[in-house]
T-cell receptor, first 112, second 113 residues
């Protein structure tokens, strides 16, 4: 079955370190998204991509970057982790032109 | 600025009761309004969605009511069951917005026996 997987599921890192969260989907979806989930804020869009070599900033992109070298993967990088980036991160994908998004299981990141 | 406002933040309902979650939006360009259900430790999953050309959509025990003039929509869960205990998010998408979801802040629903 097609799916979307995130790794790691849990990560603890130190302030100032670079961290990369992986997202891999096997649906061959063009659209991929990264959201962060925080209590009281719901899910907020960090970055998104509509295809290979395409990346765009979302609502809360400062301190994050993404790259899209193939259809299946959209890794999220925290350049220099900060305590404010402690959160649960969700990757999602959707077919081109479709609004329904399919979410991964999430990565819980703690920055100490 | 929260473009989609959701209430209540938490809700406790007795088994068999009706759960009601409300959302309001500001941007009249939104044209697709999904609800997502999220269980602990899992990602959100699409539950039901509506477009503004209809006032109501029903799928099993779940109903979306949509009021375009008031810019409000709500989720009704009839005959609520303990298995419905989860966090529910409303969302909105605008045409030409690249299918980006704008989420509400979420409602934690607990259905008690």
């Amino acid at each position: 079955d097609a799916e979307i997987t995130q790794s790691p599921r849990h990560k603890i890192t130190e302030t100032g370190r670079q961290v990369t969260l992986a997202c891999h989907q096997t649906w061959n979806h063009n659209n991929m998204f990264w959201y962060r989930q925080d209590l009281g804020h719901g899910l907020r869009l960090i970055h998104y991509s509509y295809g290979v070599q395409d990346t765009n900033k979302g609502e809360v992109s400062d301190g994050y970057s993404v790259s899209r070298s193939n259809t299946e993967d959209l890794p999220l990088t925290l350049e220099s982790a900060a305590s404010s980036q402690t959160s649960v991160y969700f990757c999602a994908s959707s077919p081109a032109g479709e609004a329904e998004a399919f979410f991964g299981q999430g990565t819980r990141l703690t920055v100490v | 600025q929260q473009q989609v406002k959701q209430s209540p933040q938490s809700l406790i309902v007795q088994k068999g009761g009706i759960s009601i979650i409300n959302c309001a939006y500001e941007n009249t360009a939104f044209d697709y309004f999904p609800w997502y259900q999220q269980f602990p430790g899992k990602g959100p999953a699409l539950l039901i969605a509506i477009r503004p050309d209809v006032s109501e959509k029903k799928e099993g025990r779940f109903t979306i009511s949509f009021n375009k003039s008031a810019k409000q929509f709500s989720l009704h869960i009839m005959d609520s069951q303990p298995g419905d205990s989860a966090t529910y998010f409303c969302a909105a998408v605008r045409p030409g917005g690249g299918n980006k979801l704008t989420f509400g802040t979420g409602t934690q629903l607990k259905v008690e026996l």
